[in-house]
């Protein structure tokens, strides 16, 4: 397929009229649209702007080159624009863009589509291109000249394939999309290879899958690798070699400094337990004890992490109008108060497990696992499988793609756009939830029965004790089946007439997310930008008894967080019961207090001590963020 099948003279906008970087895409977007090659409009358009959240196409050279792959593409296609005088569009040269090619692309786009694609993004790394489509003054010599190249291209691609296979440095591309920057970044690396007298092969990682994949052979002959990537790449082939990890953006900019580096070996040699990490610009590997798992794992915590917060918050604010101010059938109802817990409760909770397992799928198994993940944390939240069902069910998905791509490797070309459509997801989903439906949820359930049903038949024979499990029991899962156990258990005793188990509960409950909020404040060094920030917002939930904030700290580092948590909500609901604390409210937090039975200051002074407890030995455990 040419590129000229892609952009047509419907397409093309000789004189764009914008003057800043919105307006620019609000015209572009128009120009697919009015061309009838979108089928939701506003979607394409977020989806364009969506991606440049992630990073600014404008790569420099007086391009920029807005794209995304969405079902709001009716067909593939390329809009172009030129601005004489040039628009500021946040380049990463700093300077103004002038030729602007939007590139539209349908989810499921066949191999043709997205060769022409990369080839684009190829053709406009020639100086020589870009020069003459800035003197282009109609239509038909903007689509002669795109075609004069992308003849030449083809040529180049076959030609730099066959010179790479005795390659001395390798490399590796790719982008979220994997449809502009993945391919020109490969090109300015493969242009200053040969301008340097280096040979050298590229794999890339484009939305059509890995293209030019290096070879055992090719790795083992490598003096270094460059990895020029904003999404996850298979590294654990490169372990012993010197391996240069950068942005994509970098491979575009800098391919002489990477090369030159590449060939001095100036990188650390890759043991297969390093982690790679940006600072100034500069890539350096780092050593790690963090696996795959962790990095799926903290995919999924790193999404979920906005329904928690958003969400407790919107909870703990309705609590302020009552208890019971969402009930319709109390008295102190509020139709603000119910929709802010419909909101926040019914809403943005029950979806926090279907994400989290949807992103650890999609993190394992790219963009075909997210469906299945969301589907099986899904059936994991409605059959009360809870937090640990939800892991069960991402990693679940995830290695299910993974299996199924496997399996559908052998599949002709031709059925190559139907796989992401229809082949990966009805198949993942379906297997995905037949095993959480008859192998995982049940299971689950049971433990949790198993939970309640023992401590029913615990007794109040040693108050002491029951507080000390009660309160570990919140902590250990935070919201999941051994938390409810124990909820469920307070609520019983309500029932029955005794309000203290359900004291040690509240108190147990709050700890976990005021400990990690006190740790954050006090042990800064030891965590990330984005775990302070959350530390300051557990304050609110811990008040308002809302475990769930705690669970990205547990999820992010479960060997020290869940002990340390675990020992501060046992020593909590340990002194409840020492103090004959009661609690007659199904529910806990600040907006129950008044309600308490007992001393208020000494029950204050048992979440205190479990707070305190629990931010110690997180501070002691956790290693200081260098």
Known sequence: ????????????????????????????????????????????????????????????????????????????????????????????????????????????????????????????????????????????????????????????????????????????????????????????????????????????????????????????KAAAVIVAADTKVDTDRFIGKPVIKVPVAEGIRKPQELLERAIKQDAPIFSGSGSNRMQDGEAEIVKSKKSYFYQHLMNGVSNMLPFVVGGGILIAISFMFGIHSADPTDPSYNAFAAALNTIGGGNAFGLMIPVLAGFIAMSIADRPGLAPGMVGGLLAATGEAGFLGGLIAGFLAGYIVLLLKKLFAGLPLSLEGIKPVLLYPLFSIFLTGMIMLFAVIDPVKAINTGLTNWLNGFGTGNLVLMGMILGAMMAIDMGGPINKAAFTFGIA?????????????????????????????????????????????????????????????????????????????????????????????????????PIIEGNILLYMLAILAGTIVTALIVGILKKTIK
């Not at 600014?56 to 624009?81: D, L, N, R, Y």
């Open 1 to 220: 397929m040419r590129i000229t099948d892609l952009l047509t003279k419907e397409t093309i906008i000789l004189s764009l009229q914008s003057v800043n970087k919105a307006d620019a895409i609000e015209e572009l977007v128009s120009k697919l649209d009015y061309a009838g090659k979108l089928s939701d409009r506003e979607k394409f358009k977020e989806s364009i702007m969506d991606r440049e959240k992630q990073s600014t196409t404008g790569i420099g050279e007086g391009i920029a080159i807005p794209h995304a792959k969405t079902t709001a593409v009716k067909e593939p296609a390329i809009a172009f624009g030129k601005s004489v005088t040039g628009i500021e569009f946040e380049s990463l040269d700093g300077n103004p863009a002038h030729l602007f090619f939007m590139i539209a692309a349908p989810e499921g786009a066949n191999n043709a589509h997205l060769e022409a694609l990369a080839r684009l993004s190829s053709i406009l790394m020639n100086e020589e291109a870009r020069k003459e489509l800035m003197n282009a003054n109609d239509e038909a010599d903007i689509i002669k000249i795109i075609n004069s190249f992308d003849e030449e291209k083809e040529d180049d691609i076959q030609t730099s394939n066959e010179e790479a296979l005795q390659a001395s440095v390798i490399a590796v591309t790719a982008c979220p999309t994997g449809i502009a920057h993945t391919y020109m970044a490969a090109d300015a690396l493969k242009a200053k290879a040969a301008e340097l007298g280096v040979s050298i092969k590229v794999e890339t990682n484009g939305s059509g899958g890995a293209r030019n994949v290096l070879t055992a052979e090719d790795i083992e």
């Open 493 to 593: 005793m309500i029932d029955a007439g005794n309000y203290a188990p359900h004291a040690a509960i509240m108190a147990g409950g709050m700890v976990p997310p005021l400990g990690l909020a006190l740790a954050t404040t006090i042990f800064k060094s030891k965590f990330t930008k984005q775990e302070k920030d959350a530390g300051k917002t557990n304050y609110i939930m811990g008040a308002t008894f809302i475990t769930e904030g705690a669970i990205p700290f547990a999820a992010a580092d479960p060997m020290r967080v869940i002990p340390a948590a675990v020992a501060g909500s046992a020593v909590a609901g340990a002194l409840s019961m020492v103090f004959k604390i009661g609690l007659p409210a199904p529910h806990g937090g600040l907006f129950v207090v």
